[in-house]
Nanobody
Framework: QLQASGGGLVQAGGSLRLSCAAS????????VGWFRQAPGKGREAVSC????????FYVDSVKGRFTISRDNAKNTVYLQMNSLKPEDTAVYYC???????????????????WGQGTQVTVSS
């Protein structure tokens, strides 16, 4: 099971930390991506982290503001979101490339296993 949490309502300039907790498998073995879907738009990649070397990637719109990280002891991947903007408002999803040693990818079709979304709303 993969569970995303940590969303909420925050003012512009504020911060939130999203969590993606796994149960039943070891998250560190797999690449993990964060995606978001705003109303009326498609699901887009935000960030990802590879399994073996923990390489990270961010889309340009969040670079310098968002940080993806792993806590292997808690079997959890986090997305720290700072300096939030109204355009960050979306449902955020985490997903896993469910093969051992997988690398970071940005295509949603590359991911096999998805958690439920968590709503992030940034007010202006």
């Amino acid at each position: 099971q993969l569970q995303a949490s940590g969303g909420g309502l925050v003012q512009a300039g504020g911060s939130l930390r999203l969590s993606c907790a796994a149960s039943g498998f070891t998250l560190d073995y797999y690449a993990v991506g964060w995606f978001r879907q705003a109303p009326g738009k498609g699901r887009e990649a935000v960030s990802c982290t590879s399994s073996s070397d923990h390489t990270t990637f961010y889309v340009d719109s969040v670079k310098g503001r968002f940080t993806i990280s792993r806590d292997n002891a808690k079997n959890t991947v986090y997305l720290q979101m700072n300096s939030l903007k109204p355009e960050d408002t979306a449902v955020y999803y985490c997903a896993v490339r469910f093969y051992y040693g997988s690398s970071c990818r940005l295509g949603r079709d590359e991911y096999d296993y998805w958690g439920q979304g968590t709503q992030v709303t940034v007010s202006s």
